[in-house]
């Protein structure tokens, strides 16, 4: 079970830090991705970390100011976001692909959570 949380309303240029609280299995096994889906739009890859954490990657609409990191001790996710703009508003949401190689296709990611909303204002 994964579960997302941190997200809010923030300002322009603001920051946030989203945390993904993973149960029932231990997240070390998987790459953990984090997807988001905005009012009107389909859901979209935003970044993954591997296993161990030595690779990640970004889309290019938040490299530069999204970071990705995991603590597989404490089973936990986290998105860093630094410089909203109003396109980042969404409902961002974790996930867990087990699959050989990490990968930005969502079909990849066999559990997902419920998402967290991010507002970002004017």
């Known amino acids: 079970q994964l579960q997302a949380s941190g997200g809010g309303l923030v300002p322009a240029g603001g920051s946030l830090r989203l945390s993904c609280a993973v149960s029932?299995?231990?997240?070390?096994?998987?790459?953990m991705g984090w997807f988001r889906q905005a009012p009107g739009k389909e859901r979209e890859f935003v970044t993954f970390?591997?296993?161990?954490?030595?690779?990640?990657c970004y889309a290019d609409s938040v490299k530069g100011r999204f970071t990705i990191s995991r603590d597989n001790a404490k089973n936990f996710v986290y998105l860093q976001m630094n410089s909203l703009n109003l396109e980042d508003t969404a409902v961002y949401y974790c996930?867990?692909?087990?699959?050989?190689?990490?990968?930005?296709?969502?079909?990849?990611?066999?559990?997902w959570g419920q998402g967290t909303l991010v507002t970002v204002s004017s």
């Open positions: 996930a867990a692909d087990g699959s050989l190689t990490a990968g930005v296709e969502s079909y990849r990611y066999n559990y």
């Open positions: 029932r299995r231990s997240i070390s096994a998987y790459h």
């Open positions: 970390i591997s296993r161990s954490g030595s690779s990640t």
